[in-house]
């Protein structure tokens, strides 16, 4: 059972546009939220987080926005840039304690044309 | 600042052979985790650690064995390499569980 989700395996948008990669979760109990960039043949790199207490979370082009009661986040990134073209992944955590363990999700492979 | 650094970078074995994929972080980060990524897959986890000599098992254990002796070392072991675990594998390590952090991976192929 696939507890996070990112149903578009593939999201193609044009330079200086918006990009929207979606995520939804199915189990109530995550309450910190991540995504990740990864480029070929290197390590996921931290973008940008949001916690349930929150809808929202900006970091210059990157905004996440969480809908708790759907079970839903996403991330916009504005505007796009060439350099942005990476595959993103979508992860959460389970809250208590000191157990950490990340669930991710499928990755959106974003491509971004000049 | 190495960050987490995985030792080797690529290794092609054959079946039933084994080795240990080497994990090494200067963080002092408590937590530490493997993953493995596979086309379509995502990453799964395979076991994690909370803590020196404390170790657990995630979502895809078999056929892997870990240990942590100490705060900054933890290595995979495949004891017996069966085709099936042709993968790239991540390590991560995190403090608090905000910030994780990832080494640049192990591409493994079992022939």
């Known amino acids: 059972d696939q507890q996070v989700k990112q149903n578009s395996p593939s999201l193609s948008v044009q330079e200086g546009r918006i990009s929207i990669l979606n995520c939804d979760y199915t189990n109530s109990m995550f309450d910190y939220f991540l995504w990740y960039k990864k480029y070929p043949a290197e390590g996921p790199t931290f973008l940008i987080s949001i916690s349930s207490i929150k809808d929202k979370n900006e970091d210059g082009r990157f905004t996440v926005f969480l809908n708790k009661s759907a079970k839903h986040l996403s991330l916009h990134i504005v505007p796009s840039q060439p350099g942005d073209s990476a595959v993103y992944f979508c992860?959460?955590?389970?809250?208590?304690?000191?157990?950490?363990?990340?669930?991710f999700g499928k990755g959106t492979l974003l491509t971004v044309n000049p | 600042n190495a960050g987490v650094t995985q030792t080797p970078k690529f290794q092609v074995l054959k079946t039933g052979q084994s080795m240990t994929l080497q994990c090494a972080q200067d963080?002092?980060?408590?937590?530490m985790s493997w993953y493995r990524q596979d086309p379509g897959m995502g990453l799964r986890l395979i076991h994690y650690?909370?803590?020196?000599?404390?170790?657990d098992q995630g979502e895809v254990p078999n056929g892997y064995n870990v240990s942590r002796s100490t705060t900054e070392d933890f290595p995979l072991r495949l004891l017996s390499a069966a085709p099936s675990q042709t993968s790239v594998y991540f390590c991560?390590?995190?403090?608090?569980?905000?910030?994780?952090?990832f080494g640049s991976g192990t591409r493994l192929t079992v022939v």
């Open positions: 963080m002092n980060h408590e937590y």
């Open positions: 992860a959460a955590r389970e809250g208590g304690g000191s157990n950490y363990k990340l669930t």
């Open positions: 991560a390590s995190t403090q608090g569980g905000y910030g994780y952090t």
């Open positions: 650690s909370v803590g020196a000599g404390i170790t």
